[in-house]
C-alpha cells in the first residue's frame, strides 16, 4: 500500500480535554507521522501514513471522555514526508471556532495524588489535569491557552514544564497545571485581615463561617450540623427562608438524610457536579440525625452538592460531613468574586476569608437541577455546563443575534448559523449591580463562543431594566412575547419547527392585551403563535410587588369569585389581615386603583398557599409555591405509607373510601368566550375555602389542589385537539415537581407525548434561547 497525507479537522470541545495527547499517541501506535495542533478552529491535524482511514474512525471512536465532537472532516492533502509525529503550537486568528469546555469536578486521579504524600501534588488545593479542573471560569479569549487564561500569572516550576510538555503525561497541555512550588496559594485570614494558619477547618468545627473562594466565586461556608451557626449565617446574610445548599462529603453520608434514586445519583456524581434538589427522608427528626430545619425552613427538600474542587476535599478532613455551601452574594445582587469584593461586601458576615490567587475570568454560581419524571430538570444553569452549545439542525440563524433574556433569573442568548450559546445564571436585573454584570458578561462571552451579534430581541414589557438596554442599542430588534419565548425555547431544543401546542405556566409575563399573563395555552413556533385558552383574569393588587403577600392576593380572588353568600361564611380566614389591610383591598377591588387583571399560574399557587397559612410572607421568588408543593408532598407520602399499612388489614372497604377522598377532584369550569377557552376556578376556591373551614388539613387540601390544577390542564389541552401530541410544557411552574409528575403520568395515560426543556430551565433561564429564535423568523 501506497503512503498517504490526509488533514483532518476536528470542531467542538476539543481543546483543554486532552485531545491532542490523545491523537499523539494514537499516531505513535499506528506508525502515523505528520503533526497536531490546536487552531481558532479546533483540532488540525496533518497525517502521513498507510491506514489513514483507520486512523481517522479510531480518531472517533475512542475520543477522550471531556471531548464533544460537533464538525468533523478529512481530506486529501499534500504528502511531506516527516519523520516524526508532533504536536506543534498553537495558531491563532481572527475568525476563532472553538468550544470551549466547561468547569470539570476533580477527577479521581487527581484525588489520588493529593492522598499520597510521596507526591508532589501531596494536599494541594489546585491539583489538575487534562480530564478536570477549571475550564471557562479562568478562559480570557481562544484558543485555550494558559496564555489566554488566568494562569498566565505564573509561571511553571521544571517539574510542572516537564508534565506540561510531555505528550504522555496526563497533564501535558493541562493549562491550568501547578503545585505548591510555582502555582497558586491560599491565605486564611480573620474579619480583621490577620493571616491565619491552616484552611479553616478549626473554625468551621467551632462554628465559624468562612467566605471560600471556589471555582467561579465565593462561598458562605459553616458546618450544617451546626444550628446556631446556620442560624447566624441566615441572619447575617438576610435571606430570610430561602433554602441553603449542603455539600455532602460523599454519596453515603447524603443518603442518609435524602432520598436519592439512580439518576439522581448519576447527577451528583457527574463531572459537572451541579447541586441537585432531593427530597428529605421523612422519618428523620431532629433527635434522628437530620440537619437543622434552619437549613431549608418549611420545605421537604435538600439541595446536595459533592466536593467538586480539591480544596473542598481538603476541607473534608474535618469533623464534619456536612457543609452548608451558599453563594456569596448580598440579598438581589450579583455572585461575589474578587478577593478585595470579598472582604468589603461580606464584611459582618463572614468571620474568616480563605482566599487564593488565581483570579476567576467569568463569575459562575453552581448549577441547580432536579429530577422530575425520570429526567434532570434544570433550576439553574451555570458552572459544569455553560458554555456548552445548543446545536440546532433545523434552525439556521442568519445573522449574529443577541437574545437579552428576561428580567427575572436572567441569562442571555448568542448564536450565529446552527449553534446557541446560553450565558451562566445572572441573577434578577433590578439592581444597578447585576445589570453591569450583565454588560461584563456579554461582552466576555462573545470572546469566548466567537459571535459579535448585529441584531437582538427582548421581552416586550417597556418597563424591563434589558428593555431600556436593548431600545438603546443601534442594531436591528424585535420585543417578543414572553410566553411564545418560552414555548419555541423548549421547541428549539427538540430542533422541532412545526406549529405545536404548549401550556405555558408561570409566575408574570406581559400579554398582548397588557394584562399579565402566565397559565396560558399557546399555539404556534417560531413565526407566530394563537392564544387558545387561559386562566380567567383576576385581581392582583398591586401588581408584581404583590406577589410578596400571598393572603392578600387570596381575599382578592376569593372576593371577587365567591357569591356574597358564601364570601361572608369565609370570614374566619382573613384573621391574620388587619382591618386597615382589609379596608385597602376592598377600596382597591372597587376602584381598581393599583390592580392588575391577571391569568398567572404562579399567582394561582401562591393565592391556595397564602389562604391555607402555608406562606403569608414571601422572603423569595416562588417561596409561597414551593411550600405549598412540600406540604402536599409531605402528605403524599404520608399517604403512601399509609395505603402500605392498610393493604395488610382485612377493612378494603374503609381503604377504598379514603383513598376516593385524597384522590377527589376540586371542581373547575372550561368555557369558551371570544373562541377562547377559559378555565374558570371559582368552584374550585369556593370547594377548597368549605374544605378548609370544615378542619380537612391543609396538606391534603394542598394536594388535591395539585391534582385538580394537573388534570385542568390535560382536560384543556384535549378539549383543544392535542390528540397524541406533542404538548409542551414549559414556565417556571414546571419545576413544581408535584405538579410536573402528575401532568405527566395523566398524558402518559392518555397517550399524549409530551415535550419538555433539556438543557435550559423551563423558567425564565431559558427564555432567552426562545426569543432568539423567534426573532431568526423576522430580522
Known sequence: MSLQAKAIYFNGIVQGVGFRPFVFKLAEEMGIKGWVNNSSHGVSIHAEGIKLDLFYDRLLKEAPPLAKIVTTRSVETEFENYATFEIVQSDAAQDADVLISPDVATCGDCLDDMADPENRHYQYPFTNCTNCGPRYTIIRDVPYDRAQTTMSDFSMCESCASEYKNPRDRRFHAQPVAC????????????????????????LAQGGILAVKGLGGFHLVCDARNAQAVRRLRERKERGAKPFAVMARTVERAREQVVLGAKAEELLRSLAAPIVVLERKLELTDSTGSLPEAIAPNISTLGIILPYTPLHHLLFAGPYDFLVMTS???????LIYTNDEAREGLKGIADYFLTH????????????????GDEAVFLRRARGYVPLPILMSSYQVKTPLLAVGGEMKNAFCLAFRQRAFVS??????????????????????????????????????PNYQLTRYALEQPWPKLPVQHHHAHLVSVLGEWDRTEPTLGVICDGTGLGEDHCIWGFEFLYGNA????????????????????????????????????????????ESLWTSLTVNERQILERQLETGFQVFQTSS????????????????????????????ESVAMRYGQQQRLKDNQENNKEDIKADIKRKENVVGLYPYEVRVENAEHIFGVGALFEALAQDLLHGISRGEIAYRFHQSIAQAIVDLAQRLRVETGPLVLSGGVFQNKLLTETVLKLCQNQGIKVLRSRMLPPGDGGLAFGQLLIANEVL
Not at 357 to 372: E, G, L, M, W
Request: charged content about 20%; glycine content about 10%.
Open 180 to 203: 505548591g512550588d510555582c502555582g497558586p496559594t491560599l491565605q486564611l485570614r480573620d474579619a480583621l485581615g490577620q493571616l491565619l494558619p491552616g484552611i479553616g477547618m478549626d473554625q
Open 328 to 334: 456569596a452574594n448580598l440579598s438581589g445582587r450579583p
Open 357 to 372: 490567587n488565581r483570579d476567576i475570568y467569568h463569575p459562575c454560581d453552581d448549577s441547580v437541577v432536579q429530577v422530575i
Open 424 to 461: 451562566q445564571y445572572l441573577g434578577d436585573m433590578e439592581g444597578y449591580e447585576n445589570l453591569q454584570r450583565f454588560h461584563q458578561e456579554l461582552e466576555a462571552f462573545q470572546r469566548v463562543v466567537n459571535i459579535t451579534p448585529s441584531a437582538l430581541a427582548y421581552d416586550q414589557h
Open 527 to 570: 413565526s407566530g403563535y394563537e392564544r387558545k385558552a387561559h386562566l380567567e383574569y383576576l385581581p392582583l393588587p398591586g401588581g408584581d410587588a404583590g406577589a410578596k403577600h400571598p393572603l392578600r392576593i387570596a381575599y382578592a380572588y376569593l372576593k371577587t369569585l365567591l357569591s356574597e353568600e358564601v364570601w361572608l361564611k369565609t
Open 601 to 628: 399560574a404562579g399567582r394561582l399557587f401562591d393565592a391556595v398557599s397564602g389562604l391555607l397559612g402555608v406562606c403569608r410572607e414571601v422572603t423569595y421568588e416562588g417561596q409561597a409555591a414551593i411550600e405549598l
